[in-house]
């Protein structure tokens, strides 16, 4: 279901797995893109949490692999765990560190594990009037470092996705929002007539979820743009 993988557990629950990777990314020398490891975590954090929140799930463990060495392996942590903190959740963080082999580049991957009640499942429940959004910008590379003033918070992604006019959420990747849009109204058959105009590229690349797309109550948009200020763009029919 979308980039999360649900498992069903028990009568009550459903496990999801939401995961991101990042190689070639880092502070080796041969990294194509100088970056500090923990904003590298940071990154792969977003995605997998963003992911798994947006389908409604409770985050319930994380695991970090490290293939760019065992300093890296602390840094990255407690980044993790700072950002877990922000937002108010008790999740620990395991995983596993190549300290055998040492690579040329730098590679990371994590995945976030969580629980959700398969009746409060949020996928496929945007109703035809609800209204569309994209929050943040779509962000790449370089421009992540450069421009984070751009990017949605995740104390903002989880307290809309917390809302109770927001119906749905979809963090836009690297396919951008265009596509993750369509997605999201075909899973909702409402591809017939979907919005498409915004002022943003909604072709570009949205790199490690720099941005997402909320379906919400028109009626409370007023409130939304409050709490998302500069980083709200609506999606307008064509």
Request: charged share 20%.
């Amino acid at each position: 279901m979308r980039d999360s993988t649900f498992i069903p557990f028990d009568k009550q629950f459903d496990l999801v797995i939401s995961s991101d990777n990042a190689a070639n990314i880092g502070e080796k020398d041969a990294d194509h893109i100088q970056a500090p490891y923990p904003l590298v975590a940071e990154s792969m954090f977003r995605v997998a949490f963003m992911e798994n929140y947006a389908v409604g799930a409770e985050p319930l463990s994380i695991l970090l692999h490290n293939f760019s060495g065992e300093g890296v392996w602390q840094p990255c942590v407690d980044r993790v765990n700072e950002l877990t903190e922000g937002l108010g959740l008790s999740v620990s963080v395991t995983g596993s560190t190549e300290s055998n082999f040492p690579l040329q580049q730098s590679a990371l991957s994590l995945t976030v594990m969580g629980k959700v009640s398969p009746s409060k499942v949020k996928t496929g429940c945007t109703p035809e009037y609800a209204a569309f959004a994209v929050i943040g910008e779509p962000l790449v590379g370089q421009e992540v470092m450069e421009k984070q003033d751009r990017i949605a918070p995740l104390s903002l992604f989880k307290e809309l996705a917390d809302h109770p006019s927001v119906f749905e959420m979809v963090p836009v990747g690297s396919k951008g929002i265009l596509y993750e849009l369509q997605e999201m109204l075909k899973a909702n058959d409402l591809a017939e007539t979907f919005p498409e105009h915004c002022s943003l590229d909604i072709n570009k690349s949205g790199g490690p979820s720099t941005c997402f797309i909320i379906s919400y109550k028109k009626e409370e948009e007023a409130a939304l743009r409050k709490a998302a200020g500069a980083l709200f763009h609506p999606l307008l029919p064509r």
